[in-house]
């Protein structure tokens, strides 16, 4: 899973006209169109992949002055080789990190942050967070990401010219397909990167389905259906994973799944001395991309699968969430929803989160009644997200900045009510 949801992202950024070197970004929140898995609305995101198959490729990062911009750059295999950025290896002083591909011997140069990779190819994320909405701090926040550079060891930063491709409005479709097209992504990952050791078993079960380094995969109709039954049975497993939530509160419907602990526990590589945990590591790339090495403090996430009676939520039918006042977030909050057989915004949507930077109808205490359905009540469409009739949806409620009251579960968030 982590592997061919890499192939995905790595198509739509070229579908761009991008190429290696170059560098996508959203000008403004994401709305639907930004089809990668559980982004938010509220950032301003950065994309790029490298390959360093004929040689190192440095990545220049910029001091986050004026702005913040932060994310990790990973491997084929979405193991994350650093965090960058304020919480990173530069501190937030910015930095040149250098990729190095896994044929390189010797020690390499110093004045880099030097990355070792086990794969070929890559990717990095960032998200720009503006101080506030105002155009000049947007402006600052977009020029962070037009101080990143991208280019080969053997080059010169001013020898080369980076693009940078804004991508807002643009279909940006870097989710992976659940059916039998999956193993055709897996077949061409698999044929441009090394083997890993921990992948020998696999890579001789794979064999039985016609997939093998060095030789063409090419399925027949009858192996073609058995695959995507296949990767329809895996969906659902992934599915189950993820709406399979630890309570945050006693009796909440809000909670985090296990696959986010043991991720963390293991840098998100889901290795340990005694196995390599494929359950919890497809569940988490089914459901995100670009896992930081340290997960820090500066946010919280917790999923939202089900309303207070313990039913799944449903596109066709109407629900709301009270948010308390004074929510514990020193930066902002937000609450997202997302396609739950996708993991991605709903096709269309015309409204996919609610957040504190909105201009949002409060109650007299502060606190803001959240609606969410087909069609938003009328008087409340500021306060409304879209639901799509007929498809299956999750919540993620973020906290940016979270506060002791938060972590101390003080402040308690109400389940997701059904109205009707």
């Given amino acids: 899973m982590p592997i ?23 000008s403004r929140p994401a709305d639907w169109h930004f089809q ?16 360093i198959k004929d040689g190192p490729v440095v990545l220049e990062f910029p001091a986050t002055v004026g702005a913040g911009l932060f994310g990790s750059i990973l491997d084929a295999w979405q193991v994350p080789l650093a965090d960058v950025g304020p919480a990173g290896e530069d501190q937030g002083k910015g930095g040149k990190y250098l990729l190095l591909g896994p044929d390189f011997e010797g020690e390499p140069p110093p004045g880099y942050f030097a990355l ?67 193993f055709d992504s897996l077949a061409r990952m698999l044929n441009e990167e090394p083997v890993q050791t921990r992948d020998l078993v696999a890579m001789g079960q794979l064999r039985s389905l016609g997939i093998e380094q060095g030789k063409e995969f090419n399925p027949d109709t009858a192996m073609r259906a058995i695959l995507k039954n296949a990767a329809a049975e895996a969906q659902q497993l992934f599915i189950d994973a993820i709406t399979t939530i630890t309570p945050y509160w006693p009796n909440s419907n809000w909670g985090s799944s296990s696959y986010i602990i043991s991720g963390a526990q293991t840098s998100f ?127 993620i409620f973020r906290f940016y900045g979270p506060e002791q009251r938060i972590h101390n579960k003080s402040w308690v968030l109400p389940d997701i009510e059904r109205l009707n």
Avoid at 4 to 10: I, T
Avoid at 11 to 21: L, N, Q, V
Avoid at 367 to 393: Q, R
Wanted: hydrophobic fraction near 35%; include cysteine; glycine fraction near 6%.
């Fill in 36 to 51: 990668l898995t559980t982004p938010n609305s509220s950032s301003l995101y950065c994309y790029l992949n490298y390959n």
């Fill in 4 to 26: 061919v949801s890499v192939e995905a992202m790595r198509r739509a950024f070229f579908s761009t006209g991008a190429k290696y070197g170059d560098i996508v970004y959203l």
């Fill in 269 to 395: 590589t889901y290795q340990t001395a005694d196995l390599l945990n494929v359950d919890d590591r497809g569940a988490m790339f089914f459901f995100a991309c670009a896992a930081p090495q340290k997960l820090g403090a500066a946010t919280l996430y917790l999923n939202g699968p089900r309303d207070r009676a313990g039913d799944f939520l449903d596109g066709g039918k109407s629900y709301s969430l009270h948010v308390p006042p004074n929510v514990p977030a020193t930066q902002f909050w937000a609450v997202t929803v997302y396609d739950l057989e996708t993991a991605a915004f709903i096709h269309e949507s015309p409204k996919t989160e609610i957040n504190s930077y909105q201009d949002l109808q409060k109650n007299d205490d502060g606190s803001v009644d959240v609606f969410f359905g087909p069609k938003a009540p009328s008087g409340k469409e500021s306060n409304w997200i879209y639901t799509e009739p007929g498809k299956p949806w999750i919540a």
């Fill in 116 to 182: 070792r990779s086990a794969t070929y190819s890559g990717y990095a994320a960032f998200r720009a967070i503006p101080k506030t909405r105002s155009d000049e701090d947007t402006h600052k926040a977009l020029a962070l990401i037009k101080q990143l550079r991208l280019y080969p060891f053997s080059q010169s930063a001013t020898s080369t010219a980076p693009r940078y491709i804004d991508i807002a409005g643009r279909l940006f479709d870097g989710t992976a397909r659940m059916d039998d097209t999956l």
